[in-house]
């Protein structure tokens, strides 16, 4: 079946050289049926070695009107699909119209915009990483991707189906010209694959002009809202998933620790596991001052939200659940959203009775974008950018949102535009609300990674901004002590509520040859295996101060582990350090649930004069060890068992063998091996071994 004719446009306002090269990007194309009409009013124009090609035709004007050289050339163009290219620039790869066909056919669009490739010094600066992607243009989201794409202001480079070249006014700007297209309905597209390339000598890409624009998203209108009754009793919405359910101890203990009056929290969820619902039944009867209330999202409701298109998305669908408030929570009139990377330090009941005045939530402004003329907040909101808000902490007038329809409202305009969002469910809020927020004080969400936003008495500590600031990622580059207190504050407060759970024993984590590397302390901070000291054998470089509410103690010599505290010990060598903050729990969980007396764990490798990490396949699995020593075990599980780290073992079992014969500890950990009955592998990594 013969391929459509795609007539290719060049109108020619001035000679040059550069059309040859233009033409010969065109000429070496795999597609089969193309046409070539140039447009100009020069009555010889250097058509060199294509001049005889049966393929080119010249239109001649009357004077250098591109509008007209324009419009004439779409009137005599034979094909059904035009595709327009300035005579300095030219076609990426010898398939560029195969692949611009390729997609008009397989989405049956109308207008295909893509990314262009810059060329400079004779070398193509072509990104890579979403070549496969394309995306809907539509009215909703037309304006974000304006602002998002220089491209959306070039008619350069577009293949259009003809009837809808035909309708063009090409008397107007180039932006209006694809602004008109959107607005005409037709089905245009954005891929972020490079088919034409800008010459940098050219000069810089033109802008958007937003006095040009006439396409804007929609805003939800400001409400006249009667004085809002504001509920005595505090309800605040988390949202989980079985990724971040364990994340949320810290914020649950922390608000039961700081309520003066009783709390609804209501956690919503799509699906958690067992362990995970456990857990939170476990934590709801410990925590005496929250009423922590399960709210699963039902099959219409969640389908609804997964028609939202989120390959852009650095989030899961889950930060979208909050929207949801209104259907899922229809007896609750005022709520107050937390993030899960939160911490609170008081009580929240002067932020639950701000008045929101006609406004439907209250929020704190994104203090990294606002107070940066030139960041995302200004490009995004314009004028209004100094209002844009994090919305890592919102308080929500559900009874005005439900009067408004917001999830229907809102949940269609996130359909239609979220692939063009920056910061995803963030971006969604400030623009379709950015007439209905009320700004409140930051110190209701203070951005840990914001330096100038760490306030003296911050009320909810947020673990987001530039630095990326996790408590549960390792952190040992943080020089700020009031970062370090707060990252450390967020564990010692999950520590404290899995201590509360359940009765877990005492692990003494033994430091052989010295602690002196900040990155092998903080992978022993951010554990959140609630019950453990750390025993140094060796010199300790660090301070009371460093090691925050963790106990520790300096031993000169193996004998002295008789006086440790722990039931258990479990030894880390040299520069080698754990990788997840829950690999002690797991760790400890195995060898309690299965009774173990000796337990290798597996590590990954760390070559620091190369920078690079070796890693192992894993199984995560419990393997019973079978081999008859020490030895043969390192011959099948690459050296897991070649030294001290990683490895758990009972205290009784070790001191007993440390009574009875003065040997290193490699020698104990040997005889353990071949003396203890229950031992095993744990095929899973949880330490580094850094070489």
């Not at 995004?380 to 949102?401: D, E, H, P, R, T």
């Not at 390192?634 to 073992?649: F, P, Q, T, V």
Request: aromatic content about 12%.
């Amino acid at each position: 079946m013969e391929k459509e004719l795609i007539s290719v446009l060049i109108p020619v306002l001035e000679e040059n050289n550069l059309l040859l090269s233009c033409l010969q990007t065109i000429f070496e194309q795999d597609y089969p049926n193309i046409e070539i009409i140039i447009s100009t009013k020069h009555e010889k124009i250097n058509l060199g070695n294509f001049a005889n090609d049966s393929r080119i035709r010249v239109i001649y004007t009357s004077e250098d009107d591109l509008a007209m050289m324009r419009s004439k050339a779409v009137e005599q163009a034979k094909g059904e699909f035009i595709v327009f290219l300035d005579p300095r620039g030219g076609l990426v790869g010898q398939d560029a119209l195969t692949r611009m066909f390729y997609f008009i056919e397989e989405k049956n669009l109308d207008v295909f915009i893509s990314n262009l490739t810059e060329f400079a010094n004779n070398i193509f600066r072509i990104e890579t990483g979403k070549n496969d992607i394309l995306e809907e243009i539509n009215p909703i989201n037309y304006y974000f991707y304006l602002k998002r794409f220089r491209e959306l202001c070039l008619l350069e480079g577009k293949l259009i189906r003809k009837s809808f070249a035909k309708l063009i006014d090409y008397g107007q700007s180039e932006q209006k010209m694809i602004e008109q297209l959107v607005k005409l309905k037709a089905n245009v597209a954005w891929y972020y694959g490079n088919t034409f390339f800008w010459r940098k000598e050219r000069g810089e890409l033109p802008r958007y002009n937003l006095a040009e624009t006439e396409l804007y998203p929609p805003v939800l209108p400001k409400q006249a809202i009667s004085e809002e009754q504001i509920p005595n009793e505090i309800n605040i919405l988390l949202c989980v998933d079985d990724n971040y359910c364990s994340k949320s101890y810290a914020l649950l203990y922390s608000l039961n620790q700081t309520t003066l009056n009783k709390i609804n929290v209501y956690l919503v969820y799509r699906e958690l596991n067992t362990y995970n619902l456990t857990m939170m039944l476990k934590i709801a009867a410990q925590l005496d001052m929250l009423r922590i209330v399960p709210v699963k999202i039902d099959d219409y409701h969640y389908n609804q939200l997964k028609l939202f298109s989120l390959h852009n998305s650095k989030l899961p669908l889950s930060a979208y659940y909050r929207i949801l408030a209104t259907k899922l929570l229809p007896q609750v009139d005022r709520i107050i959203y937390l993030d899960i990377d939160m911490l609170v330090t008081a009580d929240l009941t002067n932020l639950w009775q701000t008045p929101l005045g006609n406004n439907i939530i209250g929020a704190c402004c994104d203090l990294p974008l606002t107070e940066q003329e030139n960041s995302w907040s200004y490009q995004f909101l314009g004028s209004k950018g100094n209002k844009y808000f994090n919305s890592g902490m919102l308080v929500m007038n559900l009874a005005i949102m439900r009067e408004v329809n917001f999830f229907e409202k809102i949940t269609n305009f996130i359909q239609k535009a979220a692939n063009a969002f920056v910061l995803d469910d963030q971006d969604a809020l400030n623009y379709f609300l950015q007439d209905s927020v009320e700004i409140v004080d930051s110190k209701y969400n203070t951005i840990l990674g914001y330096t100038n936003n760490i306030t003296s008495e911050p009320v909810i500590v947020h673990y987001c901004g530039y630095d990326g600031l996790k408590p549960w990622e390792l952190n040992p580059h943080v020089d700020s002590k009031m970062k370090v207190k707060y990252l450390n504050c967020h564990r010692t407060n999950t520590r404290d509520l899995l201590y509360k759970i359940a009765n877990f024993p005492k692990v003494s984590i033994v430091i052989m040859g010295g602690l002196k590397e900040k990155r092998k302390l903080e992978s022993l901070l951010f554990q959140a295996y609630p019950n453990f000291e750390i025993i140094i054998l060796g010199d300790n470089a660090f301070s009371s101060e460093d090691f925050a509410d963790i106990k520790y103690s300096s031993i000169e010599s193996l004998a002295e582990l008789v006086n440790a505290q722990g039931e258990y010990f479990f030894f880390l060598d040299g520069k080698d350090y754990l990788t997840k903050y829950d690999s002690l729990l797991n760790i400890m969980t195995v060898a309690i649930n299965n009774h173990i007396d000796l337990l290798l764990t597996q590590s990954m490798e760390l070559v620091e004069k190369e920078g690079l990490f070796y890693i192992k396949k894993e199984s995560k699995q419990l393997i019973p060890i079978e081999e008859p020593s020490l030895t043969a075990f390192n011959d099948k599980h690459g050296n897991d068992g070649g030294a001290s780290s990683g490895i758990l073992c009972s205290k009784k079992d070790f001191v007993k063998f440390l009574n009875e014969n003065e040997l290193g500890i490699e020698k104990i950990l040997q005889g353990l091996y071949e003396r203890v009955l229950n031992k095993y592998y744990l095929e899973e990594i949880v330490w580094v071994k850094v070489e």
